[in-house]
């Protein structure tokens, strides 16, 4: 029984610092040479790294806060590659802290992963307004209504602001569940294979 415990606990450990890093250089990769420099195609990149990697983590780490920990060696990661940001480590934190309520609320199933894609991309969404500034008159809002006008061909006006938020949070929203969805699946079908592989040749004595 210890040395079974010890077995758990040493790929506990192992999983943990493979799924951390993962998500930090796939933000870091992101950073540097994937994303645009628009503020809503931006979040939603990082959004479904975030929701990928957390579902994935949690379908092979199965111990309470095992995303909290993952998101710590995300962000040292991060933060060794462009320096400490308040913005990025308030996101990463939040990301993980909805995936983990959640999961320790509800059981692993499609539902489940559906719910924390649609709250982090809709989070990821409200949070890229709060941190660039959301008010009447600020870039942002000339940003989403240009986009509004491309992706719709309907100008929109100033005093329609809101209503072109309004747009883009059920957009953020359909795109969140679907990632969830996909991601469930993705899981499902590959994660045997990809912890096959890592016990064989990480864990394997």
Avoid: C
Avoid at 65 to 81: E, K, P, R
Avoid at 86 to 113: G, P, Q, V, W
């Amino acid at each position: 029984m210890e040395k079974l415990n010890r077995k758990l606990l040493h790929s506990n450990i192992v999983y943990t610092f493979i799924f951390g890093v993962l998500w930090g250089l796939l933000e870091i990769i992101a950073n540097e040479f994937l994303v645009p420099n628009n503020i809503f195609i931006k979040g939603l990149i990082f959004s479904f790294i975030a929701v990928f990697v957390l579902i994935f983590s949690k379908k092979i780490i199965d111990y309470k806060f095992s995303l909290l920990i993952i998101a710590t060696i995300a962000l040292l990661m991060i933060f060794a590659s462009r320096g400490y940001s308040l913005n990025i480590m308030i996101a990463i934190f939040s990301e993980a802290l909805i995936a983990e309520i959640i999961f320790l609320s509800f059981k692993f199933r499609l539902t489940t992963t559906m719910a924390i894609g649609a709250l982090i991309f809709l989070y990821s969404f409200i949070h890229g307004l709060i941190f660039h500034g959301s008010l009447p008159g600020s870039y942002i809002v000339y940003l989403y209504n240009n986009l509004f006008s491309d992706l719709t061909g309907i100008s929109a006006s100033k005093n329609a602001y809101f209503l072109v938020l309004l747009f883009f949070w059920f957009v953020s929203l359909a795109i969140g569940i679907a990632t969830g969805w996909l991601s469930f699946r993705i899981v499902n079908a590959t994660q045997k294979r990809v912890k096959e592989s890592i016990e064989h040749y990480i864990l394997s004595e």
